[in-house]
């Protein structure tokens, strides 16, 4: 087996390259995974361009990322090599912040941020934190998996926390997180209005609006 594995990088702010990088083995807690799958996000973007928080270059992006577990480091014993799994944006917390010791994780002050503050998916391997992958049913593709690590789950927590079924619900354009957010809203019972610009209704209506609203007509 070749020892570099190719990845995209950002370099330099508004510079992407295609690179060879030296394997790296997973340090204790983590594990790493074969890409078969990376979602883009508009979130990359400040990657590209360098300004997201806590970024340092060079940095592989892409944290909607789906792929099979190769090594395992120490100590990871609720995983198996083969296990196909997703990573997202927030991938995984210090434990020891006040934000986390009051169990509230998802604010953690020092998170490890893929494609941030740690190497991402656009590449053909990643090396993930095992305690905050999560496994992937057999019935999704994945290329179908892989937008619901942020994009879903940005629309999903939203609709679960906003209301139950009967609700009406209004999604505001129907692009790369809207159209999940239409699906979501239809299964989960809402009255599902979808709000664009222009000749998106078959789209919509498709995805499971009950109404469309094209805003570019009077
Ligand atoms: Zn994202
Ligand atoms: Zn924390």
Same mark, same amino acid.
């Given at each position: 087996? %070749?020892? &570099?594995? /190719?990845?995209? =990088?950002?370099? =330099?702010?508004?510079?992407?390259?295609?690179? =060879?990088? *030296?394997?790296?083995?997973?340090?204790?807690?983590?594990?790493?995974? +074969?890409? $078969?799958? #990376?979602?883009i996000?508009?979130?990359d973007?400040?990657?590209?361009?360098?300004?997201?928080?806590?970024?340092?270059?060079?940095?592989?992006?892409?944290?909607?990322?789906?792929?099979?577990?190769?090594?395992?480091?120490?100590?990871?014993? +609720?995983?198996?090599?083969?296990?196909?799994?997703?990573?997202?944006?927030?991938?995984?917390?210090?434990?020891? #912040? $006040?934000? #986390?010791?009051?169990?509230?994780?998802?604010?953690? *002050?020092?998170?490890?941020?893929?494609?941030?503050?740690?190497?991402?998916?656009?590449?053909?391997?990643?090396?993930? =934190?095992?305690?905050?992958?999560?496994?992937?049913?057999?019935?999704? &593709?994945?290329?179908?998996?892989?937008?619901?690590? #942020?994009?879903?789950?940005? &629309?999903?927590?939203?609709?679960?926390?906003?209301?139950?079924?009967g609700?009406?619900?209004?999604?505001?354009?129907?692009?790369?997180?809207?159209?999940?957010?239409?699906?979501?809203? +239809?299964?989960?019972?809402?009255? &599902?209005?979808?709000?664009?610009?222009g000749?998106?209704? /078959?789209?919509? %209506?498709?995805?499971?609006?009950?109404?469309?609203?094209?805003?570019?007509?009077?």
């Amino acid at each position: 087996m %070749k020892d &570099t594995y /190719k990845a995209v =990088e950002v370099s =330099e702010p508004g510079v992407l390259r295609v690179v =060879e990088r *030296q394997f790296s083995e997973p340090r204790a807690g983590q594990v790493r995974i +074969r890409v $078969e799958a #990376c979602g883009i996000c508009h979130t990359d973007a400040a990657t590209v361009m360098g300004v997201y928080p806590g970024l340092t270059l060079p940095r592989v992006l892409g944290h909607e990322v789906i792929g099979r577990i190769e090594p395992l480091g120490a100590g990871v014993s +609720r995983w198996k090599i083969g296990h196909r799994v997703g990573v997202g944006l927030i991938a995984g917390e210090d434990g020891m #912040c $006040e934000p #986390c010791r009051r169990g509230d994780i998802v604010n953690c *002050q020092n998170p490890v941020v893929s494609g941030v503050t740690v190497d991402g998916g656009y590449a053909e391997v990643m090396i993930a =934190e095992a305690r905050a992958i999560t496994s992937v049913p057999d019935q999704l &593709t994945s290329a179908e998996a892989a937008p619901l690590l #942020c994009a879903g789950i940005t &629309t999903y927590n939203a609709l679960r926390n906003a209301g139950r079924g009967g609700d009406l619900v209004a999604v505001q354009g129907i692009g790369g997180i809207g159209h999940l957010g239409v699906q979501f809203a +239809r299964q989960l019972g809402f009255h &599902t209005v979808a709000i664009g610009r222009g000749g998106e209704e /078959k789209l919509a %209506k498709d995805l499971g609006a009950h109404v469309y609203i094209d805003t570019a007509v009077d």
